[in-house]
Structures are given as C-alpha cells and as structure tokens.
C-alpha cells in the first residue's frame, strides 16, 4: 500500500520573488488551512452530529432517498434491517461516536490520506464524517441501507467492488450481523489490497443472545458469539499480517467491551508473484 503522505500545503518558499504569484500562493495556503480547519471540526460528536442530522433531513426527509436491499440469502442475519432501521430512529446515534475506537488507531498508521477507505455497514454519514475530520479525503460506505449518495447499496457477502480496490476496509460492528462470517471475511479480502489495513470492531455482552433477544422483542444476531480478537482474526485465517492495534477482553469481569483490532493483509497469489 502506499506509504506517502498527503502534500502539504503550498509554500511561497518555492516561488518566484513576483508578487502576484507570491500573493497567489499565500491565498492557496489560506484556503488550504480554511479547508482544513472545517474538516477537523467534524472530529467533534456534537458537530459531526449536527451535520449528519442536516443531511439525514435533507436526503430522507426532502428527497425521499432512503432505500433497503433485498435479502437473498441466508448469509445476513434476519432482522438486521430491521434493527438499523431502528437505529436511525436515534437522532443523537447519527454521530456514531463509537466509530472513533477504530479510526483513531487507524490514523495513527503512516499512509497517504488519498488511499481508498472503505466503510462496510455504517448505517449513517456519521463514520464517513468522522474519517474526513481525520483528514481521509476518499471515503465510501456500504449497507443495507442507504440514503446517501456517499453509501453504495449491497450485501458484504457479495459486494459489487473490484478485487483489490480498497487500502483500507473498516468493518465497524457489522461483523455480528452475518450468518457467514468466513465468507464476509474473504470478502473484505477480496476488495482490499496486498499489505491494505482492516478494522474490525465487535461489542461483547455478558449478556446472552436469549436475554438479548427478549430484551429488545426480536433476534439480533446470530447465536454463535465472539469472544475475542483470536476469533475476530481466526476468521480471516492466512490473510492475516501485522497486527497493528488489539483491544481484546480484560483480566477483570465486565458487562460490555468492545473488540478492536486492525491488521495488514497478505494475499497468497501477491507472494506468489514475488517468488516467482
């Protein structure tokens, strides 16, 4: 993957001593840092909030945007629109504040902030906001469910991207959701590229999937649980590089956690060629 970063802003250091073109420079560093300064305030829930409610009103509320996929297979658990759905119900959710246990780790990896992120299943703007506030500039999202033109609409199991498309792919506690996790895992393989970071986040429970289930009146996720970032990286078996950030279960007994890690993937047919 590409290890550069994003250019810096325009100096007038390297310009001629003419006083237009000098004058012109300071105006493109100017505009720079504006640009800059507004997209670093989208790394506040409260802002980012208000921007995703801007544009949930406008794209649900004005233009009717919203849309669902139709289920054809197995592979996704069986009321997983139906929990999202519920979930954009929650005004203050659009923010996805949780988003920032994976990203900001993921901004910590030296990369070009033009490199092809992928967000799969984040349900609002609100994660897409967030990667911008931390400078990424080539965002996209993929869901059941869409209303914005930033967030293509498809199954993870089966996504319409070309192999190798994507240096980063997040899987924010969408993971959960798949009655083929394997297969969602190679999936994700599949669209990101030789040496590309994935993220994946997944919310433990004390709490049983019966209580669960009982709890909020409808199955949310597949029975099959998992415990921890062994299983999470289990899932993608050889693919599997560096690991670069893990939070895995505490020693001492909790109610909830999340399970974070991000890796950097390997591709046997990429080894393959080197040897070769």
Not at 151 to 164: P, R, T
Not at 167 to 188: C, D, F, L, P
Not at 265 to 272: D, S, Y
Request: aromatic share 10%; with cysteine.
């Amino acid at each position: 993957m590409e290890q550069t970063l994003p250019a810096a802003a325009p100096t007038s250091s390297a310009i001629h001593r003419n006083p237009r073109k000098t004058f012109a420079a300071h105006v493109r560093q100017l505009a720079y840092h504006v640009r800059e300064f507004f997209y670093q305030l989208l790394r506040a829930d409260c802002i980012r909030l208000c921007v995703a409610a801007l544009r949930y009103w406008y794209f649900v509320g004005l233009r009717r945007r919203m849309r669902t996929f139709d289920l054809e297979t197995g592979d996704i658990g069986v009321n997983t629109v139906h929990h999202n759905m519920l979930g954009l119900k929650k005004i203050r959710g659009l923010s996805v504040p949780r988003s920032s246990l994976l990203i900001y780790p993921l901004s910590a990896i030296r990369m070009s902030k033009s490199t092809p992120v992928l967000c799969i299943g984040p349900r609002s703007e609100g994660e897409l906001l967030n990667l911008m506030g931390m400078g990424f500039r080539n965002v996209r999202g993929f869901d059941l469910i869409s209303y914005s033109p930033w967030v293509d609409l498809g199954d993870m199991h089966a996504m319409s991207y070309a192999d190798d498309q994507f240096g980063v792919v997040i899987m924010g506690w969408v993971i959960a959701y798949s009655n083929n996790r394997v297969k969602a895992a190679e999936e994700a393989v599949r669209v990101c590229r030789n040496g590309g970071i994935i993220a994946v986040g997944v919310e433990w429970s004390r709490e049983s999937v019966e209580e669960a289930s009982k709890r909020v009146g409808y199955q949310i996720c597949d029975e099959k649980r998992l415990q921890s970032v062994a299983e999470i990286l289990e899932l993608f078996g050889d693919h599997v590089d560096r690991v670069f950030f893990s939070h895995d279960l505490p020693s001492h007994p909790v109610q909830k956690w999340q399970l974070l890690v991000l890796f950097s993937v390997k591709k046997a047919k990429e080894l393959e060629k080197i040897l070769s």
